[in-house]
C-alpha cells in the first residue's frame, strides 16, 4: 500500500532572505582649514579646537604636519576614533576622517612644485552606513610670492589644478577642499564639472583661498569659521549630500 501523509506538498521554490536596500542618500559633513604650519609660526596645540568646533568626519587639512595632526586627533576623542592620510608623513596635506563612519580602501599622491612643500593626497574612503565609495583630495597650491608675477602663478596653479584632475577616478563621487592660494577656483572647476561651495573671504586679509568642491552631488549648510589666533585662515565647513542611482 500507499502511505499518504495528510497535508504534505513538495517543495517547488526556495526562498530567499529578503536583501535590505541601501541607502538611497548619503550626507556627511566635510570641512577643509590651514592649520599653518609651526615652520611658519603656527603652534601644535592650537588647532584642535578649531576642528573639534567643525564637527565633520571629513577634515581635509593644509599646513598640518604630524605634531599638529596628533594634537587634533586627540582633541577629536583619540588617535584610535580618527585616522589620517598623508602625502608622506613629512608632508602637511592631510586627510583625517572618522573611524567609526568611514573605512579607507586606496590612496594617492600628486605633487605640483616648484617646490615638494605643495601637492595632494587623494584617499577613496567607504561611508559605512551607505557603503557608496567617496574620493577625497585635499590640496595645497604654492603661493604666488614664489613667481615671477600673480599671472604667471594662476598659470602654474590651474596646470596643477588640471594634473590633479587627471590623477582622479572620473566615476566616483568626489569631494575636493584645501587652500588653493587663488580666488578664481570657481571657473577652473566648472569646466570639470565641480561645484563650489559658497563663501566670502576665507583669510583674515579678505582673500577667499581656501575651497570645498563637490561633483555627483553637493553642499547645504556652508559656513565659514573664525580660526580666532590659532590660524590667519577661516575653516570651511559644509554638508555633502550624495545620491545613489
Known sequence: GILRLQNFKLA????????????????????????????????????????????????????????????????????????????????????????????????GNVVFGPTSYHGAVVAVLTHKATKLKVQFACLHMPPSKIYSSTAEAEKARKKYFKKLIDALDPKLPTVIGGDFNSSNVESWAKEYGYIAAPTGATTNSGKRLDWLLIKGGQF???????????????????QAIFWRN
Do not use: M
Open 12 to 107: 517547488t521554490e526556495t526562498t530567499e532572505p529578503p536583501v535590505t536596500p541601501l541607502p538611497k542618500v548619503t550626507k556627511f559633513n566635510v570641512s577643509t582649514y590651514n592649520c599653518v604650519d609651526t615652520r611658519f609660526g603656527g603652534k601644535i596645540n592650537d588647532d584642535g579646537a578649531v576642528v573639534r568646533a567643525l564637527a565633520s568626519s571629513i577634515n581635509l587639512l593644509t599646513e598640518a604636519p604630524e605634531a599638529v595632526r596628533n594634537a587634533i586627533r586627540v582633541a577629536r576623542g583619540g588617535k584610535d576614533k580618527f585616522l589620517v592620510w598623508t602625502r608622506e608623513d613629512s608632508k602637511s596635506q592631510a586627510i583625517l576622517f572618522e573611524k567609526a563612519k568611514w573605512s579607507h580602501t586606496t590612496k
Open 220 to 238: 547645504d549648510k556652508v559656513k565659514v569659521i573664525d580660526a580666532g589666533k590659532a590660524s590667519d585662515h577661516k575653516a570651511v565647513k559644509a
